[in-house]
């Protein structure tokens, strides 16, 4: 079914209608007396038509309470949610549940309409940009021709086309040498940056430069995720650069999962990563080419451009980088003569340094990102170096782009998403809305319990709808922080699922009030898969399909299992609910999700990152309900009661009286770990021996010889 704008615009509509039925306009406390609130079948037909009706029904957007009364999906499960208990009659787990609405302007697909050759104004300035950056038509109409082919029958949309035109007019009229990008989740930030880096690279090689990109990112699955987007970006552009004869631009990954050529075996996954060209699913993997490996899908499309290995990256620097801050920083105190890895030859001839999620890096650890932007800036030996850092919306930015990167005020250029649209007076029409739920736990109970029972709802509303061929099967994220509790509470889930449930939610007794939060009976309309269902539970006691619609994701889970989660989340299939740390709040598009549970009251710009993880896609409609579990720790005290905490919540961005993020570029210690790296980078710029990788200092000889070299170089 093709969803357009018009059918979310009517889907939002319905939202707003009930939460202003159920939801105490000043306080936004779930008002208990309206809890059985419904919309009657007539009054909807009425408001929207019968064909924006039946849409809604068959994609699984409307619970049918019982003959005539409806409940968005959405606002179902938040009042569901706000009452759940342990058993039937039990008392509520959450005390004076909170819920706010906000509506933000995100482009849609019907927005995304401006080409590389368009014919509109801003289509006109882009080009003539476009050919002022490279002072050289043919090259300029090259890189028209790789946009183009990269956005297929999309575009752009008036923010990313403004934020390329004033990208490539800063760099070469005002000479910039920091950008800041800021905007909310889901604005397209990531194709404003790569296609950037693209324009450098082109540049670069038509030139003669050297000149590489590195792009930084905070989390493993983050990076992988959007190494997808740069493969596909770079087999276009190589594709058709190999036609002018131009040199192809090379590409790798280097992490703490970057292999050398003896840990790998022919037909080993690449990463997990599966092919970015072909239409149907296919992984990518390490095949045998001489004495080096090379990158195949299993449909034969080949990646000859990336460097796979560590010999590979050292033998040959590739042109673009992925890496995150610490990896960066090893590679960057590796001596010049090592040919096994990337070493510090790569920051010398570094062009543009793009650090994404960059409201990640605060405090110490932002402390410690500073001095390695500064120590990068002092090495390189390009003129035009750049750095761009890319964040969700946050308070003051240029004063925190000031402190990580150390470029002076002047220097520093701010691209942002309300600015833009506001100058451009382009109103697009696409709109995402977020529901954001604060619900307090009761004293008496404990949190992890209601993680559990939450749960079980979800992966049972996963299950329901995809057994009754519902078009959207809703997915789940659930945020703890602390690995050791996302087992303790997966466990409990599984043993919840062992003794039977949800059979109590689904019993004979409770079927005669749908409208009882305990109850999920109204998710199940088909009255001859609820009989089945219950056949199953009094057969076998369980049911067995619902264990696998339960995942987790964290470090200590191994390569293949992460990437098998990250698969299922981006195919929509398999898995209804997943327990995570951070490790899938940052930046990654999962199409199914649309219902985020976090637990434990923190930072609010990453409690916006997370609930914006949902509702990122036309199939769920643009629309997320994001529930903030407190945990009943002191320190949460300070923001539930926070008189300003929805405006510190709100998905659009930080208001100009926030606090500004602390960066502690100035720290003592700080500034002791710069002047002690600056020693290793002048070792390793000489070629002597830092240790930044194989074997480590052997005997007191070494040692000895170690900090006497480094010394020397303070």
Not at 137 to 160: H, M, W
Not at 409 to 431: A, L, P, Q, W
Not at 668 to 697: D, E, H, M, V, W
Request: charged share 25%; net charge positive; hydrophobic share 35%.
């Amino acid at each position: 079914m093709y969803i357009d704008t018009k059918l979310i615009n009517v889907y939002h509509s319905l939202i707003e209608n009930e939460y202003k039925n159920i939801v105490d306009e000043k306080s936004k406390v779930i008002n208990p007396d309206n809890i059985n609130y419904s919309m009657d079948y007539k009054e909807i037909i009425r408001t929207i038509g019968k064909d924006k009706f039946e849409d809604l029904r068959k994609l699984g957007f409307l619970v049918k309470l019982d003959e005539n009364s409806y409940r968005t999906l959405h606002i179902d499960v938040a009042i569901r949610s706000a009452y759940i208990r342990t058993q039937y009659e039990g008392v509520e787990y959450i005390v004076g549940p909170r819920l706010n609405l906000y509506k933000l302007p995100i482009p849609s697909k019907e927005d995304r309409t401006l080409k590389p050759f368009g014919s509109g104004n801003y289509e006109k300035e882009f080009y003539r940009r476009v050919k002022g950056f490279f002072n050289d038509d043919k090259v300029a109409n090259i890189y028209c021709e790789i946009v183009k082919k990269y956005l297929g029958n999309s575009g752009f949309d008036t923010f990313q086309i403004f934020s390329l035109i004033t990208l490539l007019k800063e760099n070469d009229i005002l000479n910039k040498k920091g950008f800041i990008l800021t905007a909310p989740t889901g604005a397209g930030k990531t194709e404003i940056f790569l296609l950037y880096a693209l324009a450098k690279l082109l540049k670069n090689k038509i030139i003669k430069n050297d000149g590489k990109v590195l792009l930084i990112y905070p989390r493993k699955a983050l990076a992988i995720d959007q190494s997808l987007r740069v493969i596909k970006l770079l087999f276009i552009a190589n594709q058709i650069l190999k036609r002018y004869e131009i040199e192809a631009i090379t590409f790798g990954i280097r992490d703490g999962d970057t292999k050398r050529v003896s840990n790998i075996e022919e037909g080993d996954l690449f990463r997990g990563l599966t092919c970015p060209i072909c239409n149907k699913y296919s992984r990518l993997k390490y095949f045998k080419s001489g004495k080096k490996y090379i990158i195949k899908c299993e449909n034969g499309h080949e990646f000859e451009f990336i460097k796979a290995t560590k010999e590979d990256m050292g033998k040959e620097h590739p042109d673009f980088l992925i890496s995150n801050m610490w990896a960066a920083e090893y590679r960057l105190v590796e001596q010049k003569n090592n040919n096994n890895d990337i070493n510090i030859s790569f920051f010398e001839n570094l062009s543009l340094l793009v650090v994404d999620e960059a409201h990640e890096y605060t405090g110490l650890g932002g402390g410690l990102v500073s001095i390695l932007l500064k120590l990068i800036k002092d090495i390189t030996n390009i003129p035009d170096f750049e750095i761009i850092l890319s964040s969700a919306t946050l308070p003051h930015p240029k004063k925190f782009a000031i402190k990580l990167t150390g470029i002076e005020k002047d220097n520093i250029y701010h691209i942002d998403f309300i600015n833009t649209i506001s100058k451009s007076n382009v109103e697009f029409k696409g709109r995402r809305l977020v529901l954001m739920g604060i619900y307090d736990i009761s004293p008496q109970y404990s949190w992890s319990t209601y993680v559990q029972l939450w749960a079980l709802m979800m992966s049972f509303l996963h299950y329901v709808y995809y057994k009754q061929n519902k078009i959207y099967s809703p997915q789940s994220l659930i945020f703890i922080q602390n690995i050791k509790e996302i087992r303790r509470a997966l466990s409990g889930v599984k043993e919840n699922i062992a003794l039977g449930e949800p059979k109590d939610h689904i019993s004979y007794d409770i079927e005669k009030d749908p409208y009882d939060p305990y109850s999920f009976i109204p998710y199940v309309e088909d009255k001859k898969l609820l009989n089945d269902i219950r056949k199953i539970l009094k057969l076998n006691g369980k049911i067995e399909e619902l264990f696998n619609l339960i995942g987790e994701m964290h470090s200590d889970l191994k390569l293949e299992k992460r990437s098998k989660i990250i698969e299922k989340l981006k195919s929509q299939k398999g898995l209804g609910v997943v327990f995570s740390t951070s490790s899938l709040e940052l930046g990654v598009d999962y199409g199914g999700v649309s219902f985020i549970l976090n637990s434990g009251f923190e930072n609010p710009l990453s409690l916006r990152q997370r609930i914006g993880r949902g509702g990122r896609t036309d199939k769920t409609l643009r629309t997320t309900l994001g529930i903030i579990l407190t945990r009943k720790v002191p320190s949460e005290s300070f923001l539930i009661y926070d008189a300003n905490i929805w405006d510190k919540l709100d998905p659009i961005g930080s208001k100009d009286n926030d606090e500004e993020l602390i960066v502690s570029h100035t720290n003592p210690q700080i500034n002791l770990r710069y002047s002690l790296t600056k020693g290793l980078i002048k070792l390793a710029q000489n070629g002597k021996n830092t240790y930044a990788s194989g074997r480590g200092i052997r005997n007191e000889k070494e040692l000895k010889e170690f900090l006497h070299n480094w010394s020397n170089a303070l």
